[in-house]
């Protein structure tokens, strides 16, 4: 971090999932910002990312979380889903940041320079800190549409193709909270 450049991470959760949508998180910690359980989301436990939201939410300079619906998805790809997910993130920042650092290899310009950082949510805070929003906000949604789409396993399995999943839709069919875009191929060509 340049002194005095308020920067702030973007990442993303749920890429690969079969169904529910992505959430993008962009966070700006304040630079003293340290907490031991900090890291790669996809590296701590689920009991750690959820002791550490509500610290992220309540020491960052400022955060936001947004999510990008299947239907969106379906609609524009993925990887545009993400990044358009984490430019909405950003222009949903109450302070507006200088810089941004974006997880992984691919972005597009919004109006702020930045540059990307492969696994940069396992260099930077901001990005690690973005990637624990993400998650958990993802986490908690898909436990919400588990309620509402019972039998899919959603609370456990967050909409990635586990064979519980694959299993489910055999039986139960596409719910509307299914991404029709990507799909294994163990699905074709009966389901979509």
């Given at each position: 971090m340049q002194e005095g450049r308020l920067e702030a991470g973007c990442d993303e959760a749920g890429r690969g999932p079969l169904a529910g949508p992505v959430y993008a998180a962009a966070v700006i910690l304040p630079p003293d910002f340290h907490h031991p359980?900090?890291?790669?989301?996809?590296?701590m436990s689920r009991k750690a990312r959820e002791t550490l939201r509500p610290v992220i939410e309540s020491?960052?300079?400022?955060?936001?979380v947004v999510a990008v619906e299947a239907?969106?998805?379906?609609?524009?790809?993925?990887?545009?889903?993400?990044?358009?997910?984490?430019q909405r993130a950003v222009a949903a920042l109450k302070v507006k940041p200088d810089f941004l650092l974006i997880d992984g290899n691919r972005f597009k310009p919004c109006g702020i320079p930045y540059s990307t950082v492969v696994h940069g949510d396992a260099t930077y805070a901001s990005i690690a800190a973005a990637s624990v929003l993400a998650k958990t906000w993802r986490d908690a949604r898909m436990a919400e549409l588990d309620a509402l789409y019972p039998g899919y396993g959603w609370e456990r399995n967050a909409g990635y193709p586990t064979p519980e999943h694959i299993a489910a839709i055999r039986r139960l069919g596409l719910s509307p909270e299914h991404r029709r875009s990507f799909h294994p191929k163990e699905l074709e060509p009966t389901l979509f």
């Open positions: 359980l900090l890291n790669d989301s996809k590296q020491e960052a300079v400022a955060w936001a239907e969106e998805i379906d609609r524009i790809n993925i990887l545009n889903a993400s990044i358009t997910g984490m």
